[in-house]
């Protein structure tokens, strides 16, 4: 079975995982959507979901993304693909999770690492 790590990450804490096979920053690809979100609204929200994938642009880059994991974990035993935004909270996060939910549904064993990403108490921004 093809074995991925998937991590998010912040650039403003620096610019780690020189190890990983692909390291994506997304600051200048995709806007940043904190000032459309609702205060406190993180990745792993449906709103920051819809936000960041909601455009065919988006959509298209998260597809090139999708395509070029998918070679590089065909080529190696282990993968390792880190998508960077400015804090590590909204757009890495959804591009980290999109690509894990994509990669196990083709039978890829994924692990998903948010380094940035602190845990909240589940709030209005779920649903």
Avoid: W
Wanted: hydrophobic share 35%; charged share 30%; aromatic share 8%.
């Amino acid at each position: 079975m093809i074995d991925i790590t998937i991590i998010s990450f912040g650039f403003k804490y620096g610019e780690p995982y020189p190890e990983a096979d692909m390291r994506i920053d997304l600051r200048n690809r995709i806007a940043n959507p904190q000032d459309q979100l609702p205060k406190g609204a993180i990745g792993t929200d449906v709103v920051v979901k819809r936000s960041v994938l909601g455009s065919d642009q988006n959509r298209k880059i998260f597809e090139s993304y999708f395509t070029r994991a998918r070679k590089l974990s065909r080529l190696k035993e282990h993968t390792i693909v880190a998508f960077g935004c400015t804090s590590g909270i909204h757009r890495s996060v959804v591009f980290a999770n999109e690509l894990a939910e994509r990669l196990a549904a083709v039978g890829c064993k994924v692990n998903v690492e948010h380094r940035h990403l602190k845990p909240r108490e589940v709030g209005p921004n779920e649903a």
